[in-house]
């Protein structure tokens, strides 16, 4: 291991090769702390051919890659395991805008660019890049790309995968794939990016990507509104679409359980409660007063329990907070089982009525803290409740899930919306996905990185 | 071969065996006459579970699947060679709507469905189903797919590609893949779905699909606007993007030549000319004329040179008609070298410019028939002229087509925008595709079909 961290340090200068235990404790612990692992290393390139190079040095080596972006993974997905013989390598100095074509409505970045930095670069040149996260001031474009991020404006502008135009990728064998063209319609053979795109850096190392801008919208309106069941809140998704096409970016939900622990960490925010709160964005060309106008002509014909449209800049930023913190605000509430899960949004109803009762039933007292992007049928949908005798909660985990996943699954739902699989998933994947379903994909594996040195130990 | 064909018509009906030549006749011959096959037979299973079975015995016999849907391909991909040993496989008896569901946007067909049945079935439950292309009277979704269509509302819609949510797929072994989930997002591992969307029927025969459904536009305004360049074409397409965001639906150019091609067809037709005619169109909820004054305050400050808006239904459909006829007004007029050329945006005004000055320096004389859909960047640019001696126009095929290809090519785009590859362009792939990609797509061959049965002869 010597011969190979001395030439990984040769080859991207020993200030890029992280060896002390202090230095890589950043890459080493997984976002919600549940996934410690140790690493041979970290290695930073510093530029595509660097990370070539270097894949090509851990194959003659036969060390395994763990491409680490911002370290954000809710699953483990970028965590190595405790060998103490995996790399991170991680793209955090390749950041570049490479290009911006604003009249092609297309930015070409490095994969380590922060999902902030991508938005802010598009801004300036009077465009939108519409992926928008929670964890968007530290997730990287690369770990976006990787487990195919999903976010608040899916339900406009679609996943990572339908923002993506080209990518570029180191392959396990350290070949270079440039598939950067910023073209809308290419049928000259298989897409090759699609590969890549959700692959939790198991098929290779992403190191660049072309994506797509769009108008930068100069009106917003936004709503946070109060229903009286999940049935209520999807016709109301319905009615608003057939109104507004899709001038209706964002239409999030927050659940009882889930208002009551913002009201605790963040007391006098919300507004109003209710069984169900809807919080809805608008955006559009044109000025705010009249797609405010719209959006209250519109309301008018509705029966909320509750409602109120920001009136300002500011009063929007605040109805967004009250969603945006509630992954961390839960993580300061303790321990929870968490899902990621989708159905059809029709039978999002259903979902919640069925599967919640059978949680009630089989852990009285439990707490459903259910939030998230209804408009894309995806829930998060989170269990915690005081275990008697005080022992561990996710000694219930697997029965908790079983109980969740089953009901998902008979709706023709998934286990993993936009969160991935990474560590956390892969006896589920197992369980739920078909069998001929995974063959294929171990298929593509078997044949790109016969070695198994991407990221392995994960669930490909 | 008996065996093999007294097999199949036991499994599906000796009636849906096709045999003779006048009843194999219509599956033949491809849309442009350009390839003549001759195929063993023509077979038309009822079921998926049939076309399995089918796979299975061809795989037995060895016998090569040739799949084909409403056989409009442009470009030879669904014609079977002339060995008279493949055996065409149509779905045209597989047409359900399985589901729809409009509470989720998302319908499921069967593969032989022609695309204009989904349209209507759509239409029927108050939604939109997007893709439209010329013929889409007879092209079927099983088409759609395998060719990753385009057409006139991807500006706004995406291709195929994007309006997919999920496949049933028969692998080249026979067994099935039902990944037909209606879901916006999901997360569990690799989206196979994409492997087999643009394959041209090279890795498995499609047999359904989940696709998106969008709210079911209430308005429309439509205009045909003159300008002098192209220039002034992506300044309009820009500037409207900017104003009217995804309103936006269409936005198709046509050229000076191809309008003279129009006028010899169509006398009295073309409402005027100029050097570009831009096809506008504007889509949304509310009503007609909200939107027609919406692009009538725009247009006002514009300078065109020449334009009309459409005042009512009747006048809108005159307007796409002078488009959409173009295909056929071409077959009429002759041979013409084909190219479905796509650039980005950006780059369409130096396409025009430069490889028009090199085709007319070549060529003197020639005449460009550029059209098409300038919004995705997009144009089909078919060179036609008097050749001197009279002799076949497609000698002159490969000198022209490197002319426009490295020219497409110098500036990042690509020689198959929507029409695909099939027995037309392999070698034109060959050569401008980078043979790293080539080298992965074969990779992907090689493992789902190594016995290489399922539409040999392509270009995999």
């Known amino acids: 291991m010597r011969d190979f961290l001395q030439a990984v340090a040769a080859l991207i200068g020993p200030a890029h090769l992280l060896t002390d235990a202090a230095d890589t404790a950043p ?63 991680t793209m955090r100095r390749l950041r570049a805008v490479r290009r911006l074509d604003a009249d092609n409505n297309a930015i070409t970045v490095e994969a380590g660019a922060t999902l902030r930095e991508v938005q802010l670069a598009a801004e300036q040149a009077g465009r939108l890049f519409p992926l928008s996260l929670a964890s968007e001031g530290s997730c990287q474009i690369g770990g976006n790309l990787s487990t195919n991020a999903g976010g608040v404006a ?9 923002l993506t135009l080209g990518l570029e990728v180191v392959l396990p ?11 809308r319609k290419d049928t000259t053979g298989l897409d090759l990016k699609q590969w890549f795109i959700g692959a939790e850096g198991q098929l290779g190392l992403i190191t660049a990507a072309t994506l797509k801008l769009f108008p930068l919208p100069s009106a917003r309106a936004t709503a946070l509104i109060g229903v009286d069941d999940i049935e209520t809140a999807i016709r109301w998704l319905n009615g608003l679409r057939q109104r507004f096409d899709n001038r209706l970016t964002a239409f999030e939900v927050i659940e009882a359980d889930c208002q009551q622990a913002i009201a605790r960490h963040r007391p006098g925010q919300l507004p109003f409660t ?27 014909g509705q029966t909320p329990r509750d409602g109120v449209v920001a009136q300002s800049e500011a009063e929007r930023r605040k109805l967004w907070l009250l969603r945006e913190e509630i992954s961390e605000i839960q993580k300061q509430d303790g ?12 039978a999002l109803p259903q979902l919640v ?4 009762a059978a949680l009630r ?8 803290v259910a939030f998230g992007h209804a408009g894309d049928g995806n ?38 919306a936009e969160h991935g699989i990474g560590q956390l998933k892969p006896q589920w994947l197992e369980r739920y996905k078909d069998p001929l379903a995974l063959e294929l994909m171990r298929t593509l594996k078997a044949a790109l990185d016969p070695e198994r040195l991407m990221n392995p130990g994960k669930w490909l």
């Open 27 to 89: 890459y080493t612990l997984d976002w919600r702390r549940r996934y410690q692992g140790l690493p041979l290393a970290v290695a930073l390139p510093g530029s595509t051919a660097e990370a070539a190079e270097l894949v090509k040095l851990c194959r003659r080596h036969q060390v395994a890659i763990v491409p680490q972006g911002g370290n954000t993974s809710t699953c483990g997905a970028a965590t190595p395991d405790a060998s103490g013989r995996q790399l991170v390598v």
């Open 154 to 162: 899916v339900l406009r502008y679609g996943t990572m995968r339908e």
């Open 173 to 183: 064998d350290g070949r270079v794939l440039d598939a950067l063209a910023g073209l």
């Open 274 to 300: 209710a069984p169900w709160l809807l919080l809805i964005e608008l955006s559009d060309g044109g000025d705010d007063a009249a797609l405010n106008e719209a959006l209250l002509d519109w309301l008018a």
């Open 335 to 346: 321990p929870s089982i968490k899902h990621d899960i989708a159905v059809p949004t029709s």
């Open 353 to 356: 009525r069925d599967c919640g």
């Open 361 to 368: 039933q089989a852990y009285p007292g439990v707490r459903i």
């Open 379 to 416: 829930l998060h949908y989170n269990i915690s409740y005081t275990r008697p005798g005080n022992v561990d909660l996710f000694d219930d985990e697997p029965a908790v899930n079983a109980i969740v996943y089953d009901h998902v699954y008979r709706l023709g739902g998934t286990l993993a």
